[in-house]
């Protein structure tokens, strides 16, 4: 299995940007699509991006594609999500996930493993 460790939240003011990042340890982890989702009170969690194992194919959600960009450093065993533009909608826990999955997914249930979540405000 593989542990996920998120850091990199906190707050930011409208228009701003915040770049995001979860380390990974365990099992090797090119073996694992990398998701982010993110949770705002009394909503569910959503998708937001995932990035493939080898990092050529992403997905976005349309509330941040244009915005949000996903990418990891295998050698590093990181992955990290660059957002801008922020909007206070954007204010939420911010979790990362790993899936042995093959292809790139927005599928919540295809992520077995999570972070604990790191905390992200937008606000002036």
């Known amino acids: 299995q593989v542990q996920l460790v998120e850091s990199g939240g906190g707050l930011v003011q409208p228009g701003g940007s915040l770049t995001l990042s979860c380390a990974a340890s365990?099992?090797?982890?090119?073996?694992?699509?990398m998701g982010w989702f993110r949770q705002a009170p009394g909503k569910e969690r959503e998708f937001v991006g995932a990035?493939?194992?080898?990092?050529?194919?992403?997905d976005y959600s349309d509330s941040v594609k244009g915005r949000f960009t996903i990418s990891r450093d295998n050698a590093k065993n990181t992955v990290y999500l660059q957002m801008s533009s922020m909007q206070p909608e954007d204010t939420a826990v911010y979790y990362c996930?790993?899936?042995?999955?093959?292809?790139?997914?927005?599928?919540?249930?295809?992520?077995?493993?999570w972070g604990q979540g790191t905390q992200v405000t937008v606000s002036s």
């Open positions: 996930a790993a899936s042995l999955g093959v292809v790139v997914t927005s599928n919540r249930g295809s992520y077995a493993y």
């Open positions: 990035i493939s194992r080898i990092g050529r194919s992403t």
């Open positions: 365990g099992r090797t982890f090119s073996l694992y699509v």
